[in-house]
Structure formats: C-alpha cells, structure tokens
C-alpha cells in the first residue's frame, strides 16, 4: 500500500538526461524505481538537457509547468554545473543563477533539492566544484552531495570513468 504520492521533476544537463549511460537507467530512473519499491507512488519526470546551464529559463518554465497539485509533495531535483563551469561562469554566478532557479520553482510549490556537481573531464573543474559545492551545501535544506569528494562517484579521478 502506498503512503505518499509525489513528483520528481529532474532538471539539469546531459548527467541529468543521462547520455553518458544509455541504454542502461540513469540515476533519475533508477530513483523512481527504488522509491516505488518502497511504498511511495512515483510520477518522475527526467526533463535533463545535454549542454544546458543553471540559467536555462526554458528549463524552469517546464518545471513550473509540470507541477501536479493532486500529489502530496512535488519535488524538482536540480543537477547542473558542468557546463557553467565551462561557459565560463563564476561561482558567485553560478549560484546567482541556482537562486533564481530554486525560487522560480518554489514558487510554483516545488519542493527544490540541489544535487552537488560531479567531477568534468572536459575541462579543469576542480576549484569550480569545490566552490559551487562547499556554497551548495552551506545554502540550501534540500542537498543530495553526490559530489562529495570522499566518495567513489565523486572522487576527481572518476570523471570519465562510466564503470563506478
């Protein structure tokens, strides 16, 4: 028997969409999956665009739209960092941009959760993780720290590595 009903909207990049992955499930999937295993009845919504960054209006304008007020809780599940970091962008941008994000949901009556930004082989992301992520952390209620570098999938040395 189910005790909640909810909403996972995913936004974010290509992690997100997860086209480093295909054809197996991506973690958004993967979540959905679990959460329906355990009780809760899961509508989940992977709206993830390759190359996209925390400043997509476009991608905050679906969310807005996809909110379902027949579901106990709504949640949006915000993954970017990789690409604006290569734009190039500020952290201090990067986290303008992430507010105006989050509020913009939240006012829509999402519940926002920041997922901390994974390692990026395609260009020197380190400080410009540690960065966006140590703010991340310190900032926000609602943080899922994939991006801890003390774990296996956040460790710098997994960034190209498809198999952790």
Known sequence: ?????GKLVWAGDSITANNHNSPNPGFPELTATQLSADGFTVSN???????STCDSAGQASTVVGLYDAGKQKNYCMIL???????????????????????AT????????????????GSYA??????????????TY??????GDTGTTMGAETAENNGTL
């Open 80 to 102: 970017f960092g990789a690409n604006d970091g290569a734009v190039p962008k500020t952290s201090a941008q990067f986290h303008i941009d992430l507010a105006a994000f989050v």
């Open 45 to 51: 919504h992977n709206i993830g665009v390759p190359s």
């Open 125 to 138: 992301s380190t400080a410009f993780r540690a960065a966006i992520n140590a703010t991340t952390r310190s």
């Open 1 to 5: 028997m189910s005790f909640l009903t």
């Open 141 to 146: 209620g609602r943080v899922i720290d994939f």
């Open 105 to 120: 949901v939240e006012a829509a009556g999402f519940l926002a959760v920041i997922i901390t930004m994974l390692p990026c």
